[in-house]
């Protein structure tokens, strides 16, 4: 795929990471490529180790490729360095992943409120935005709850209001309902679905789970370190 020659909202270019495990390399992204449209839902199937955290790394610049190029909404992030890089993902991606990642010594609603500390938003303006989230996610009477006083599916609303709350381009999810039960699982995912697309935003999903998978536009497989575009049922 020619970089830049078509309007995609996100796009990945012939991307390449391998690392080293003792006295071995091993590749785990092998030239893959594929491009997405603004507001897409995009579920990456794959088995466990075959890369799919890493590719997620990759996209949002938390590890740079060893070869290739990824662009977001007009921006080659690999022409960004390491600082430059840093600020791109705090005003630009939020994250969701399958442990919460959220800070106990913190409230609800100050783990909502940080993403926004983090590009400069006065006090005021955090509390009242991440307020505002934590009641689209049902949580308006947790504020000042701490997360260990939460259910798992609790803390993955509070995770999913805190990358939402400023107002990022794309949403990553890594196994976000991995860490849930079946039923949990597919509330928090509607609610992911929901708010995202209600929002205009790109959501990629990483899962080994065929029936999370269902909620996405597209559909592909990360296979021998390339992404393949499997036809949904």
């Not at 890089?85 to 800070?103: A, C, D, E, P």
């Not at 599916?153 to 400023?166: D, K, T």
């Not at 196994?175 to 959501?203: C, I, S």
């Amino acid at each position: 795929m020619a970089l830049g020659t078509r309007n995609e909202f996100i796009i990945l270019d012939n991307l390449w990471k391998q690392f080293q495990e003792g006295n071995k390399k091993r590749e785990v992204l092998r030239g893959t490529g594929a491009a997405f449209q603004r507001g897409e839902f995009i579920a990456i199937l794959g088995k466990s180790g075959s890369g799919k955290s890493t590719l997620l790394n990759v996209i949002s610049g938390i590890d740079e490729p060893d070869q290739g190029d990824i662009k977001i909404n007009g921006q080659l992030l690999t022409q960004l360095d390491e600082y430059q890089r840093t600020i791109f993902r705090r005003q630009k991606i939020g994250f969701v992943f399958q442990f919460f990642n959220l800070i106990p010594t913190l409230t609800v609603l100050e783990n909502v409120s940080l993403p926004l500390e983090l590009v400069g938003a006065e006090m005021k303006e955090a509390v009242e935005r991440s307020s505002a989230m934590l009641a689209e996610v049902g949580l308006s009477d947790r504020l000042n709850t701490f997360p260990e006083r939460l259910s798992g599916g609790e803390q993955q609303r509070v995770a999913i209001a805190r990358a939402l709350v400023h107002d990022p381009l794309v949403v990553l999810a890594d196994e976000p309902t991995g860490n849930l039960d079946e039923d949990t699982g597919e509330q928090v995912l509607n609610l992911l679905d929901k708010l995202t697309r209600q929002a205009g935003k790109n959501l990629i999903m990483v899962t080994h789970s065929n029936e999370n998978a269902i909620y996405a536009d597209r559909l592909f497989e990360l296979h021998a370190g390339c992404l393949v575009e499997l036809e949904k049922h």
